[in-house]
T-cell receptor, first 115, second 109 residues
């Protein structure tokens, strides 16, 4: 049973370009979360999605960031017009359909560097 | 939102030593997990432990939910234990885990 798969592992973008990060949840998991980790800091929650629905995007910056989890295919975190401050590790996590208390499993992360 | 504090922030030990890492949280939780982030950045699940005690090899964890803290014990440390240990919690109506700032552990040979 493959774990949470993220790609690309490393991405370099010039300021103003777009970055797309992909996440395939574990088999049987229908809940996806995105987190951001700035250098020397803990992870910060960004968004929680189920298939075709954004459930909670309270941690997403208001501009330039968007996320989707379509009926078919991976979840995508999209960052438009990247700036240097977007350089960070972006982690995706997944969990089974929500029951009381479930382990959340993390992918290996995507490291975005904006030059 | 819920606050998570981890201590100590940094810890340097010799190989073979034992250590205790602490996580305090400010409200009731229905999910508490300990993670190890290795020097390559990978985030590894250690324990899902909203309450009680669990053991896995040289690692064990205890959460006292009524007193709002959790402890991670590492015995007979090895150099491969080096990295950052994060505690993360979820409580109330929150959808995402709230992470502490981590304990940076260095095990010297």
């Amino acid at each position: 049973n493959a774990g949470v798969m993220q790609n690309p592992r490393h991405l370099v973008r010039r300021r103003g370009q777009e970055a797309r990060l992909r996440c395939s949840p574990m088999k049987g998991h229908s809940h996806v979360y995105w987190y951001r980790q700035l250098p020397e800091e803990g992870l910060k929650f960004m968004v929680y999605l189920q298939k075709e629905n954004i459930i909670d995007e309270s941690g997403m910056p208001k501009e330039r960031f968007s996320a989707e989890f379509p009926k078919e295919g991976p979840s995508i975190l999209r960052i438009q017009q990247v700036v240097r401050g977007d350089s960070a590790a972006y982690f995706c996590a997944s969990s089974p359909p929500r029951t009381a208390g479930n382990t959340i499993y993390f992918g290996e992360g995507s490291w975005l560097t904006v030059v | 939102g819920i606050q998570v504090e981890q201590s100590p922030p940094d810890l340097i030990l010799q190989e073979g030593a034992n250590s205790t890492l602490r996580c305090n949280f400010s409200d009731s939780v229905n999910n508490l997990q300990w993670f190890h982030q290795n020097p390559w950045g990978q985030l590894i699940n250690l324990f899902y432990i909203p309450s009680g005690t669990k053991q896995n090899g040289r690692l064990s964890a205890t959460t006292v939910a009524t007193e709002r803290y959790s402890l991670l014990y590492i015995s007979s440390s090895q150099t491969t234990d080096s990295g950052v240990y994060f505690c993360a919690v979820k409580g109330g109506g929150a959808d995402g885990l709230t992470f502490g700032k981590g304990t940076h552990l260095i095990i010297q040979p």
